[in-house]
Each structure stands twice: as structure tokens, then as C-alpha cells.
């Protein structure tokens, strides 16, 4: 990519001075060669100074029968720095409360990574191209939470 068309200063910050781009995804490259996104850098969580990749989290809650889609974000915390909200959708007819989440979380992620709060809701806010806005869910979560 040679720019942004008529956006130099925009172009500045994607591309450095060797002409890598840089694109705010996080990857690591199997041993095969193969890269694979973990996530973005806007997007990590930094609580009591370990960095959190939300994306990790997500994936393994994927795996918890009651849950449809999850996107975990961070809020501010007064101890922490930030502390970790699951939002979760349901699958149609179950159930699932804080409790629950944690007690699936406990003894197979690292402490910090189990989520302090839960949000159970129907849907996520969305950019018209279909990408989760977890700008907004943050700036929600922190109304509902009087944070």
C-alpha cells in the first residue's frame, strides 16, 4: 500500500520509515510457518500490569454450552487499572450468570483472565460493515456500572 489517497498525516502513523505497514493486529506465526491473528492491539486489556488479549478469552468461553457469541471488553477499575467484562448472547433457552461464567473459567485460565463482570444481552452494537463496536459496549458498561 503506497497511502491513505490525500491523508499523508493518516498514512505517517500506518507506515514506517522501512515501509511496513502497521495494522494493530496482534499475530504469532506457527512452526509451520503459518500466521495467525490473536487479536488488536486497541483492543488489549491491561489489568494490574499483565496484558490481556480479549480474543484469547473469547475463544475459550466459546466453548461453554450456553453461549452463542461473547466479546470481552475492559473497564476501568480504581485498583486494577482495568478489569474484564464478558458480554455474553445466549443460545436460545439457556442460562448463564456470573457465577457460572467464572466457575467455567476457573483452574483452566490464568486468574486475571476470568472476567469480573458478565453482561448477558440480546444483541451487540455494529458498524454497518458487520464489525462488533466494543467502543460502544465499553462506554455502556461503564454507564450501567456508574464507573
Not at 496482534?26 to 488479549?53: H, S
Amino acid at each position: 500500500m503506497a497511502g491513505y489517497w490525500g491523508q499523508p498525516e493518516k498514512t505517517a502513523e500506518a507506515i514506517d520509515d522501512d515501509g511496513w505497514m502497521h495494522t494493530g493486529d496482534l499475530a504469532r506465526m506457527d512452526p509451520d510457518g503459518f500466521i495467525i491473528i490473536e487479536g488488536r492491539m486497541k483492543d488489549m486489556v491491561i489489568r494490574g500490569g499483565e496484558n490481556i488479549y480479549p480474543r484469547e478469552i473469547e475463544e475459550f468461553l466459546y466453548r461453554h454450552p450456553a453461549i452463542q457469541d461473547v466479546q470481552v471488553i475492559g473497564v476501568p477499575d480504581p485498583k486494577y487499572g482495568e478489569e474484564l467484562m464478558a458480554c455474553i448472547i445466549l443460545k436460545p433457552g439457556a442460562a448463564l450468570d456470573l457465577e457460572g461464567v467464572q466457575e467455567f473459567c476457573r483452574g483452566k485460565l490464568a486468574h486475571y483472565k476470568i472476567p469480573r463482570y458478565v453482561d448477558i444481552r440480546e444483541s451487540f452494537p455494529m458498524t454497518v460493515s458487520g464489525k462488533v463496536r466494543k467502543i460502544d459496549m465499553r462506554e455502556e458498561a461503564i454507564a450501567r456500572l456508574g464507573l
